[in-house]
C-alpha cells in the first residue's frame, strides 16, 4: 500500500463523487449538543471568531453551555427526544438565529444520516461528514464490507441476522462463527446491544436478549455476530479528511480500559503498539477512510491481539469523547479542525507531527455516578466545584456549581486529561489532578478512578479489555469509600484542628498557647 501522497505521508487521495459544496466561511454556528462537548466547540469557535448559538432543554436552562454562547434557544422539554434529538427543533433553533452551519458533537444526532441530510435540505453545512458516508460507515455491518472491500482485515463475523431465521439457523450460524463469540447490535454503540455467548446453548436467549436491548436504545434491533478475540486490546485511529483527496492519521489511542464495554481511561500512545504496528494501523485506517471519500473529523476503532494482529470494528463518523489526549500528545486542535474542514480549506496538518506523539496523556471520564452501588447514576444538585489544575492538566467540564445534574441524559460530568513527558508522569499528574477534585453534592466515580490508576497491571500497561471488568468482580462489593490509613490519619488532625480553631482566642491565650504552636503540636495526632 502506498504512503507516498504529495501532501500527507500517510495519506492519500480519497476516490470518487465530487467535493461536497460547503460554505465559505461558517458566519454563525449553532451546537446541537450539551454538556463539556458542547462547552469545548463553543470556546474554539469563541477562539476563531465564529458567533455561537446554544440549545437547551428545559432542565439545561442554567447549564454552563448556554451562558457560553453568544445566543442561546429553548428547543423543548428534558427527555432528549423532545429537544436534543428532535430535528425540526434543532433546525428550527438554526433558522431562527440565521446559523449557517451546525456542529452536532458526539452522541445524540451527530451519527445520524437523517438530519446530515435535513441539514442540507435547510442551507446549513453540517460539520461532519456527509449523509451517505454517515449511513455506510454508521452501520456495522456495511462498515465491515467497506473494510474488506479496502484490503482492512475485520473480525469473522456475519452479516446482519434476519429477523426470520428460526432457533437452529441461529445457532447454526453462530457455530460456523466460533465460540465464544458476541452478539452485536448493528445500530448504536456504548456496549448496549452486545452479549457475550460461550457455546450454543446460549445463542438463542442472547439473540433475544440483545435484540430487545437494541431495539429499546436505537430503534433498530438488527443484530450480528462477530468471534470474540481472547486477550485484546481495543486501540483507534483519529482521521482527519479535508473532502480534497487527503486523509492524514493520527497516533493511536488506547481504550481497553472499559466497564461492560464502555470505556473509563483513556490514553495515547497506546504501550502496545510498536513503530510497525503504528503504521500499518496508521495505512489500514487511510485505505478505509479514502475508500469512502472521508471528510472530517473521525476515527476507526481496531482490536489489537496479543500477537500484534489488528482487526477493523468500526467506525464513528464524529468526533470522540476521548479526542483531547489525541490533542496533548500532537499538539492540534481536532475542532478548530472540524470547523476549517466545513468550510472548504485543505488540510496542512504535517502527517509526522499527527503520528507523532510528544510524551503521553492519560483521559478519565469523571461521571456523576456511584461506584459503591454498582455504578448507578447519582444524579443531584452541586453544591460546591473545584476542579483540577496546574501544569499538564486539562479538566473538560460541562457543570459548574449550583448545576443540578439531571436524570435525563449519559451521566459524565466532565473529563480530566493529563499530560506528561512519560506514561509514569501522566498517571502521577491524574492521580494528583483527582485528588485535588472537589464536588460538593453529588456522588461520582473518582474513587474508584483512582483505585484504577493505582493497580499494578494498569500502572505496567500489562490489560486487555477483559481487564476491568475482572479486578471489579474480586473486589466482591468492597467500598471504594473506605479510607486508607494515611487518609485516617489526615482525617484526625483534620477533626482536632477543627476542634481547636472553634475555641475563642481568649481560652487559647489561657492555656500559654498560640494558634501556630498549638496546631503544630496537633500534627502528632494519630500517629
Known amino acids: 500500500m502506498s504512503s507516498g501522497c504529495q501532501r500527507s505521508g500517510l495519506g492519500r487521495h480519497a476516490s470518487g463523487g465530487p467535493v461536497v459544496d460547503r460554505l465559505i466561511f461558517p458566519v454563525k454556528i449553532l451546537v446541537a449538543n450539551r454538556g463539556e462537548i458542547a462547552v469545548r466547540i463553543l470556546r474554539a469557535c469563541r477562539e476563531m471568531g465564529v458567533p455561537s448559538v446554544a440549545v ?23 427527555p432528549a427526544a423532545e429537544s436534543y434529538l428532535n430535528i425540526e427543533r434543532v433546525i428550527a433553533a438554526a433558522r431562527a438565529t440565521g446559523a ?79 465460540y465464544p463469540l458476541f452478539i452485536k447490535a448493528v445500530a448504536g454503540g456504548g456496549g448496549r446491544g452486545m452479549r457475550r455467548v460461550a457455546d450454543r446453548a446460549g445463542v438463542v436467549a442472547g439473540v433475544a ?33 479535508d473532502g480534497h483527496g487527503v486523509v492524514v492519521p493520527f497516533v493511536e489511542r488506547e481504550c481497553s480500559i472499559q466497564r461492560r464495554h464502555q470505556k473509563v481511561i483513556e490514553e495515547s500512545p497506546s504501550v502496545a503498539v510498536t513503530p ?5 494501523l496508521a495505512e489500514a485506517a487511510v485505505a478505509l477512510s479514502a475508500a469512502v471519500s472521508y471528510a472530517s473529523a473521525g476515527t476507526l476503532e481496531f482490536l489489537l491481539d496479543p500477537e500484534g494482529r489488528f482487526y477493523f470494528l468500526e467506525m464513528n463518523t464524529r468526533l470522540q469523547v476521548e479526542h483531547p489526549v489525541t490533542e496533548l500528545v500532537t499538539g492540534i486542535d481536532l475542532v478548530q479542525w472540524q470547523i ?3 468550510r472548504g480549506e485543505p488540510l496542512t496538518v504535517d502527517p509526522a507531527r499527527a ?55 449519559d451521566s459524565m460530568i466532565s473529563k480530566v486529561s493529563t499530560w506528561a513527558p512519560d506514561r509514569a508522569g501522566a498517571i502521577a499528574r491524574m492521580r494528583s489532578a483527582l485528588h485535588e477534585y472537589q ?44 479510607l486508607t490509613v494515611e487518609q485516617a490519619d489526615l482525617a484526625v488532625v483534620a477533626a482536632a484542628l477543627s476542634a481547636y480553631l472553634s475555641v475563642p482566642t481568649t481560652a487559647a491565650a489561657a492555656i500559654g498557647a498560640t494558634p501556630w504552636r498549638q496546631a503544630a503540636r496537633l500534627e502528632g495526632v494519630g500517629q
Open 276 to 280: 510497525a504496528i503504528r503504521a500499518a
Open 209 to 241: 436478549a440483545a435484540r430487545s436491548e437494541a431495539g429499546a436504545a436505537f430503534g433498530e434491533s438488527t443484530v450480528y455476530f462477530e468471534r470474540l478475540v481472547e486477550g485484546a486490546r481495543h486501540v483507534e485511529v483519529q482521521v482527519l479528511g
Open 439 to 482: 464536588i460538593g453534592g453529588i456522588t461520582t466515580a473518582i474513587p474508584a478512578l483512582l483505585w484504577v490508576l493505582a493497580q499494578d497491571r494498569f500502572r505496567d500497561g500489562a490489560f486487555d479489555t477483559s481487564f476491568l471488568d475482572g479486578v471489579l468482580a474480586a473486589r466482591a462489593g468492597e467500598s471504594f469509600s473506605e
Open 340 to 342: 476549517r474542514i466545513a
Open 355 to 409: 503520528l507523532t506523539a510528544a510524551g503521553h496523556a492519560i483521559e478519565c471520564r469523571v461521571y456523576a455516578e456511584d461506584p459503591d452501588a454498582g455504578f448507578i447514576p447519582a444524579p443531584g444538585r452541586i453544591t460546591a466545584l473545584r476542579g483540577p489544575s496546574g501544569p499538564g492538566v486539562r479538566d473538560d467540564s460541562g457543570v459548574e456549581a449550583g448545576f443540578e445534574v439531571p436524570v435525563f441524559y
Open 100 to 178: 449557517t452551519a451546525v456542529h452536532p458533537g458526539y452522541g445524540f444526532l451527530a451519527e445520524n444520516a437523517g438530519f446530515a441530510r435535513a441539514c442540507g435540505d435547510a442551507g446549513l453545512t453540517f460539520i461532519g461528514p456527509s449523509p451517505d458516508v454517515i449511513e455506510t460507515m454508521g452501520g456495522k455491518t456495511a462498515a465491515r464490507r467497506a473494510a474488506i472491500e479496502a484490503g482492512v482485515p475485520v473480525v469473522p463475523g456475519t452479516e446482519a441476522l434476519p429477523d426470520t431465521l428460526n432457533d437452529e439457523a441461529l445457532c447454526d450460524r453462530a457455530d460456523e462463527i466460533g
Open 56 to 78: 437547551f432543554s428545559a432542565c439545561d436552562r442554567t447549564a454552563l453551555h448556554v451562558g457560553l454562547a453568544d445566543e442561546a434557544v429553548a428547543i423543548g422539554a428534558s
